[in-house]
């Protein structure tokens, strides 16, 4: 049973990617998902998280607005949709199961995570 990402790739500034998170062998459903990113040599962060019970969402401030997670339950799937992409926006992407998210969820209590895919945004 794993998580598994997918989705990423090189786009230009201003560009879009949309990442899914699949649970293999992994119900989603009774999991909050949340995606991380970290760059090389920088500290792990919170993106955005979405809770299973009621689909309440939560974004890091300087991806409001730009992201947009969802989850499909059906599809065993957690999306994280991404418009007006930047260059800090550059990561290593990682979905992961959480207990519940909250207002400024930074991905400390997550229990299993994904290998991630590369998100990079040039200039």
């Known amino acids: 049973a794993q998580l598994v990402e997918s989705g990423g790739g090189l786009v230009h500034t201003g560009g879009s990617l949309r990442l899914s998170c699949a649970g293999n062998?992994?119900?989603?459903?009774?999991?909050?998902i949340g995606w991380l990113r970290q760059v090389p040599g920088k500290e792990r962060e919170g993106v955005s998280c979405?809770?299973?019970?009621?689909?309440?969402?939560y974004y890091r401030t300087s991806v409001k607005g730009r992201f947009t997670i969802s989850r499909d339950n059906a599809k065993n799937t957690v999306y994280l949709e991404m418009n007006n992409l930047k260059p800090e926006d550059t990561a290593i992407y990682y979905c992961?199961?959480?207990?519940?998210?909250?207002?400024?969820?930074?991905?400390?209590?997550?229990?299993?995570w994904g290998q991630g895919t590369q998100v990079t945004v040039s200039s």
């Open positions: 062998g992994f119900p989603l459903e009774y999991y909050a």
């Open positions: 979405i809770n299973n019970i009621d689909s309440t969402t």
């Open positions: 992961a199961t959480d207990h519940r998210c909250g207002p400024n969820w930074d991905g400390t209590s997550i229990t299993t």
